[in-house]
């Protein structure tokens, strides 16, 4: 038995990298009667088999998993931006940086395409918020230097709509990677999506990358409800003023004597978070626990 790490996983199999090859496993029956499937990220247990084949046997535990896109022991998610076509809106960065801070996940917002528009308004909302932000263009290769070091010595999952550049960022880190790119359609100002699985790969010594689909893939039904009471707590800005409000329980939406709020008033959250805040808020507040 020996140990690797699920690098990709493809119709029912798994490729476990386990330092000297990969091997093409199929999960134990016994994953399937628990309701436990094998995530790209999991370190696994594998025997191995004839002509670069194994089982996987056993699965360590993990430090977190997402459902959509089916990966786990992320270290950081990396959200692609863009302030050119496609443009990003930043209430679906928010969200899923807050489903990320459920996930003790860490958060890093890229903004690629700076050459062709540096998405000043995108930068200005995250410069000041407690989410590091980056330009990048992965045309010219601004910026790549700088999110080299971001991302070094971590697992990084890479996410974003469709079109904004996941894969031409991945393949400027790392050009022998050769990940096919999609194009943009300039009439409805959305990207195709290349990417149709989830896949690690690694960057360089201990940095690893892993290209998922775009954001329609994150499954967020299941955190609904863990979100709704936890959601103060999943915008960092807030944190040095929650409890610190007139009223116990306050939703930070509108009620007097809001610290959260005076700290908007003051410039110190970004008006556009709040507002990011207040949408989820509303969204997630007719969820009820038995639905």
């Known amino acids: 038995m020996i140990w690797g790490r699920i690098e990709k996983a493809l119709s029912g199999f798994y490729y476990v990298n386990t330092g000297e090859q990969v091997l093409c496993c199929r999960a134990r029956g016994k994953f399937r009667r628990q309701g436990v499937s094998p995530l790209v990220g999991d370190q696994a247990q594998v025997l191995p088999l004839e002509n670069g084949e194994g089982r996987i046997e056993a699965l360590a535990p993990r430090k977190n998993e997402f459902t959509r896109p089916a990966a786990a022991n992320i270290d950081q998610l990396v959200i692609i931006a863009s302030g050119a076509i496609p443009v990003t809106d930043p209430y679906l960065i928010d969200r899923i940086s807050a489903i990320a801070a459920l996930k003790n996940c860490q958060v890093l917002v890229v903004l690629n395409k700076c050459d062709l528009d540096p998405a000043d308004s995108l930068y200005d909302i995250y410069s000041a918020s407690a989410i590091p932000v980056l330009r990048v263009s992965a045309l010219t290769g601004e910026g790549i230097d700088d ?145």
């Open 147 to 291: 999110l080299r070091c971001a991302i070094d010595g971590k697992v990084n999952a890479f996410t974003g709509n469709s079109g904004v550049g996941k894969s031409s960022i991945l393949n400027a880190l790392s050009p022998e990677l050769s990940i096919s790119v999609g194009e943009v359609s300039m009439a409805l100002g959305r990207g195709r999506h290349t990417t149709r699985h989830v896949e690690m790969f690694p960057l360089s010594g201990d940095t690893y990358g892993i290209d998922t689909p775009g954001f329609s893939s994150f499954d967020t039904e299941e955190l609904e409800l863990e979100l709704k009471m936890r959601l103060p707590e999943t915008f960092p800005e807030f944190t040095p003023y929650l409890g610190a409000c007139r009223f116990v329980g306050c939703s930070h939406v509108k009620e007097k004597g809001c610290a959260v709020l005076e700290a908007v008033r003051a410039g110190y959250i970004p008006v556009q978070r709040h507002r990011s805040y207040v949408r989820l808020f509303e969204e997630l507040k007719g969820k009820k626990e038995w639905e």
